[in-house]
Structures are given as structure tokens and as C-alpha cells.
């Protein structure tokens, strides 16, 4: 079956670090997505991990362990600008992308 | 910009009547899709097409249909709209159908039935 979860709203004080986590339940697997979307905004690409591990690109990082299905975006250094949903997808074995519902991440002063 | 480009931007129409939703791919990428965007809801996944070709489909209502033609622009035809149909309509693209091949998101289509 097709199954991915994310947590529905986080809140965050600027400055500070936040970790938002994804699981998924596939049996065909061909790397994960994080997305970025601003309210009433196209979403953007901002990683994709297909072995286990770290990926880090500026205050964003993205870790990603196939055995357990879990994936987390982890943002430092938060920035109001950094207000926004974040949605997690994996790739099946038909390279489909099963998407999760978001996570809205609430930064505040 | 990602390249993909939509029109129009927005779209009032009323219950019962049928839109056209336009989108050009990035200048390259052969597969495009349909997304529908309900707010403050998730993504949907409507339809894919590979080169002209219908790849897969979502959960896309039978009232709805889609086609990319030969030079790889894609059509979303909504017909006998309900209110409920109101929603952000996102067209992405992408090179193929390969692993880690990323989706590139158009500006998107908003539409209020009315």
C-alpha cells in the first residue's frame, strides 16, 4: 500500500532549529522528496535523498533511513521567511510520487 | 521561475459550466502533471503524461480530463463544475520518469465556482 505521514503543524521561534519528520510505508522505494510551499505559492524543490544518511545544502539538511522509513528536514537557523509548508513525498516503484498532507511550520518572533 | 508557465492565473466561473486549464512545461521535460489544491489541503494528484502519452492517474474525477499534445503543452478540461471544484490547479513538470528526476511547479490556476 501507499502510505506517508507528517506531522499536520509545528510552531518555531526564529532563530532556533526545528525537525520536521516524515514516515512512509512502501514496498517499492525510489528516494524522497521535501518540498517547500508558501501559502498560495507553487512548491519548491528543496531536497532528495535516495540512500540513507545527511544531505546538507546551507541551514538546510535532510537525513533519510531506508530500513525504518523515515525521513526529517531539519532547518536551522530560522528565518521568519522560513513561514511555509513543507511536504514530503516518496517515489514508488512506478516513480510516482505519493505525497504527504504538509506540515505548516509557524516561525515566531 | 521554474520555467513552467499557466494560464490563466484565475478563473471565476459558475456551477455547471466547463474551463480549460493551459500549461508549458519546462523547455526540455517530458512528462507533465496535474495537481489540484484545495485550501488548506494537500496535494492531489490528478493525471501524468509522458511524451503525449497518458503515464498514470490519480484521483481524478471522471467529470475532468487532460491531454498533452505534440509540443509536449498539456490541457486540464473541468466540466460540469460544483462548488467544491474551487481550488489551486498546479501543473508541473519534469525531465522523465526516472528516480530523482524533481517535479517543477508552474504559478498555478486558481479557480472559484461560483
Known amino acids: 500500500g501507499q502510505n506517508i505521514d507528517q506531522p499536520t503543524e509545528m510552531t518555531a521561534t526564529e532563530g532556533a532549529i526545528v525537525q520536521i519528520n516524515c514516515t512512509y510505508q512502501?514496498?517499492?522505494?525510489?528516494?524522497l522528496f521535501w518540498y517547500q510551499q508558501h501559502a498560495g505559492e507553487a512548491p519548491t524543490f528543496l531536497s532528495y535523498?535516495?540512500l540513507d544518511g545527511l544531505e546538507e545544502k546551507g541551514r538546510f539538511s535532510s537525513f533519510l533511513s531506508r530500513s525504518k522509513g523515515y525521513s526529517y528536514l531539519l532547518l536551522k537557523e530560522l528565518q521568519m521567511k522560513d513561514s511555509a509548508s513543507y511536504l514530503c513525498?516518496?517515489?514508488?516503484?512506478?516513480?510516482?510520487?505519493?505525497w504527504g498532507a504538509g506540515t505548516k511550520l509557524i516561525i515566531k518572533p | 521561475d521554474s520555467g513552467v508557465t499557466q494560464t490563466p492565473k484565475h478563473l471565476i466561473t459558475a456551477t455547471g459550466q466547463r474551463v480549460t486549464l493551459r500549461c508549458s512545461p519546462r523547455?526540455?521535460?517530458?512528462?507533465v502533471y496535474w495537481y489540484q489544491q484545495s485550501l488548506d489541503q494537500g496535494l492531489q494528484f490528478l493525471i501524468q503524461?509522458?511524451?503525449?502519452?497518458?503515464?498514470a492517474k490519480g484521483n481524478i474525477l471522471e467529470r475532468f480530463s487532460a491531454q498533452q499534445f505534440p509540443d509536449l503543452h498539456s490541457e486540464l478540461n473541468l466540466s460540469s463544475l460544483e462548488l467544491g471544484d474551487s481550488a489551486l490547479y498546479f501543473c508541473?513538470?519534469?525531465?522523465?520518469?526516472?528516480?530523482?528526476?524533481?517535479?517543477?511547479f508552474g504559478p498555478g490556476t486558481r479557480l472559484t465556482v461560483t
Open positions: 508541473a513538470s519534469s525531465a522523465g520518469v526516472l528516480a530523482g528526476d524533481e517535479q517543477y
Open positions: 523547455s526540455g521535460d517530458l512528462s
Open positions: 503524461y509522458y511524451n503525449g502519452e497518458e503515464r
Open positions: 512502501t514496498s517499492g522505494f525510489n528516494g
Open positions: 535523498n535516495v
Open positions: 513525498a516518496y517515489m514508488d516503484s512506478n516513480y510516482q510520487l505519493i
